[in-house]
């Protein structure tokens, strides 16, 4: 406003020096030719008193106040764009900011909670050992500390993907993005895959590492097998109890947190013997 204020303000002073210099040009050219010809007609604008030529004062100010109107509109239209691209760019910055609180949030909640919970355990089993030294207990403890850093390490890679993962989409072959990550699987667990050729329009990054994570817990937590199902918009991935140490859950609290910004549905359900989730694309 400071910058339109000043151009106005000398585009006014020059419009008004142009104004006298032309008053007096213009006045000056017509009477010289009313001095060889007093009945040569004048424009409307110009009154003519004995000798004396001057430009009505109407005429000027109807043409400065056409102007100053034209101007107006055109600086207050130009503003009004302006102002509209500023308010959405700040609504972009505050969105993307808000999102990186959040996940720093979350981040540092389920990180602080989950290692809170295994240092708890791991205090418990060193005071049963002052107690009584025992292997079994030594043996757990190893198991614990395996267990947890596996864990960690793996969603570390995964968060580590999280700032590049974007929410553009694109057509995705989700039979090829589940065999592909699948077969990053070294195991000795029976997989089962039903499936058909099945196209979507989704995020392709957020669902490579919500795919990742989930079959990471299927194929760590299951006894014998694991069952993958791809049906319409659906994935289903199923897979039976073991009896091991139950992990940190860090990966499925990235899951929940990639398929709450990119609007996907997931559902856990534990039935009988087997683990059921269900991932929906929406």
Not at 23 to 34: H, P, V, W
Not at 47 to 63: H, L, P, S
Not at 66 to 72: A, C, D, M, N, W
Not at 220 to 233: G, P
Request: proline letters at 2%.
């Amino acid at each position: 406003m400071i910058i339109f204020s000043t151009i106005n303000f000398i585009t006014i002073y020059f419009f008004k020096e142009e104004y006298i210099k032309f008053e007096n040009e213009f006045t000056s050219i017509y009477q010289d030719i009313l001095k060889h010809g007093k009945n040569h007609p004048l424009p409307p604008y110009l009154k003519r008193y004995g000798d004396e030529i001057i430009i009505d004062k109407t005429y000027y100010e109807e043409r400065f106040a056409r102007y100053s109107k034209t101007v107006l509109i055109w600086e207050a239209l130009f503003i009004l764009i302006l102002s509209f691209l500023f308010y959405k760019v700040l609504v972009l910055i505050n969105k993307k900011e808000i999102e990186h609180e959040e996940f720093l949030k979350f981040l540092f909640f389920v990180l602080s909670h989950k290692i809170g919970n295994f240092l708890s355990v791991m205090k418990t089993n060193i005071e049963i050992l002052k107690l009584k030294p025992e292997l079994r207990v030594l043996e757990r403890i190893e198991n614990s500390c395996n267990l947890i850093d596996d864990e960690i390490k793996k969603s570390m890679e995964a968060i580590k993907k999280l700032p590049k993962i974007s929410k553009s989409r694109q057509t995705v072959n989700l039979n090829e993005v589940v065999n592909k990550t699948v077969s990053k699987f070294v195991t000795d667990k029976k997989v089962i895959f039903t499936s058909r050729q099945l196209f979507l329009d989704i995020n392709p990054e957020a669902f490579e590492t919500i795919i990742f994570l989930l079959l990471d817990n299927a194929f760590r937590y299951s006894r014998s097998k694991v069952h993958i199902k791809i049906c319409s918009d659906v994935i289903a991935i199923r897979n039976d109890f073991s009896e091991i140490l139950k992990g940190s859950g860090i990966g499925l609290q990235i899951v929940e947190y990639l398929c709450r910004i990119h609007k996907f549905s997931i559902k856990y359900r534990a039935k009988g013997e087997h683990f059921l989730t269900i991932l929906k694309f929406l």
